[in-house]
């Protein structure tokens, strides 16, 4: 399992993010759909050995836009968009794409997401990437077991649950427990830590999780196999995100290493 960094955790230029991101150590990103978009930023991630993991396809979705949004033209922009990010990550070598679930959690606004994220993850087989659905506190699917209920009922074999490690920690659920539920259906993971009530994403043990829930969670996404990245997902609203990610990295590369050995 690589370990990887969501970029937009650093609000420097996107050439500078780059190169500090590959000094802190890292040599797999996550990014937005509007980054990796000039040729400068590809080569320069190219000429530093960074490749893209994972496109965070709901940012930048148009306002009054939704996936699961009453209005047709209003889902088809939506989809317009995230096809777009799909098409990206196949363009730069991703392996994923991931959305986050609408608002409403009436059963018909449900059934238009189901809708709209089946059409996308055949749009995103074509291109042979994992389109990831992220479990969201608040959202419609606020827990990740409600959101792999969802990903099996839709029933397609390209959809995923992403799980986050600040998420769990929010929902009260045992992080062991949903990768073992999860199990083939798990398409990516993003590691972050918060107080246990707001999604605040700092560094790695800064909040509540402890050495022995991040070894537990190691753990258990090696039982079941899982082989993508762990994906640190911080906030850019931290005091000192570089040296979070630094902090972090190191962390997981600690924890990581004395998982396997016991």
Not at 28 to 37: E, F, N, S
Not at 80 to 93: K, P, R, T
Not at 105 to 114: F, H, I, N, S
Not at 132 to 160: C, K, M, S, W
Request: proline share 4%; charged share 25%; aromatic share 4%.
């Amino acid at each position: 399992m690589r370990i990887a960094c969501c970029i937009w955790a650093l609000s420097e230029s996107e050439t500078d993010v780059l190169r500090l991101v590959r000094d802190i150590g890292f040599d797999t990103i996550d990014i937005q759909p509007t980054q990796q978009r000039t040729l400068e930023s590809r080569l320069l991630a190219q000429e530093l050995g960074l490749r893209v993991s994972c496109v965070g396809a709901s940012f930048g979705i148009p306002d009054g836009a939704a996936l699961d949004h009453a209005e047709p033209s209003a889902i088809q922009s939506a989809i317009d968009h995230v096809a777009s990010a799909i098409q990206h990550g196949a363009d730069i070598g991703a392996d994923s794409v991931y959305v986050i679930p609408g608002a409403d959690d009436e059963p018909a606004a449900l059934e238009r997401y189901r809708r709209s994220i089946t059409q996308l993850a055949d749009a995103a087989a074509e291109r042979e990437i994992k389109l990831a659905v992220e479990h969201f506190p608040g959202a419609a699917l606020p827990t990740a077991q409600e959101t792999l209920a969802f990903i099996r009922q839709a029933d397609h074999e390209n959809l995923y649950l992403l799980y986050d490690s600040g998420h769990i920690q929010m929902s009260g659920e045992d992080p062991a427990a949903v990768i073992a539920n999860a199990g083939d259906r798990l398409g990516y993971v993003h590691l972050d830590d918060n107080d246990g009530i707001n999604d605040l994403h700092w560094a790695l043990l800064d909040g509540v999780m402890t050495d022995e829930s991040l070894t537990a969670t190691l753990r258990a996404l090696d039982a079941v196999g899982y082989q993508g990245s762990l994906s640190l997902e911080l906030s850019p609203a931290l005091a000192n995100p570089a040296k979070a990610l630094r902090d972090s990295r190191d962390i997981l590369m600690r924890t990581r290493h004395q998982a396997w050995l016991r």
